[in-house]
């Protein structure tokens, strides 16, 4: 017994270690999952609205809006570059410039994406990075088109 009890003891700090360690771990995961929601309400919310709700005819709503359904390839690139020109969306055209968040990352636009897809009316299924990368890739100029 008494050869057995450095070694329980041995286990014993292992699977503390190992608590602590999930634990610091599921905190990491924690805020990544809320991540999407604080990306949006930083780069988005003063223009789209706190609840995607747009402004009158002047911003587009993100909630509900069939163009987030619809664009999926171009969202990416829009929120890296921005956009210009005229948008129908929802059947309303609007006409605004939409600056571009060259500073996020693969991941950040990922999870915003993934936050306006499943939030607020949107039902769509959620990006991956490497979709996000893969379109990321493929813009060109600086207005997401």
Known sequence: ???????????????AAGLLVAAGLSGCFTERKNEGAQLYQTHCASCHGEQGQGLRRLIPPVAGADYVAR??????????????????????????????????????????????????????????????????GRCNGSDGQ
Not at 1 to 15: D, K
Not at 96 to 117: A, R, Y
Request: charged share 15%; net charge neutral.
């Open 1 to 15: 017994m008494s050869r057995l009890l450095p070694t329980l003891r041995h286990l014993s700090a292992l699977g």
């Open 71 to 136: 664009h999926r390839a171009e969202l990416p690139c829009l929120i890296r570059k921005g956009a210009r020109g005229p948008m129908v969306v929802n059947g309303i055209e609007y006409n605004q410039i939409m600056p571009g968040h060259e500073d996020l990352t693969d991941s950040q636009i990922t999870n915003l994406l993934n936050f306006v897809q499943t939030n607020w009316g949107n039902h769509n299924p959620p990006y991956t990075i490497r979709e996000t990368s893969d379109l990321l």
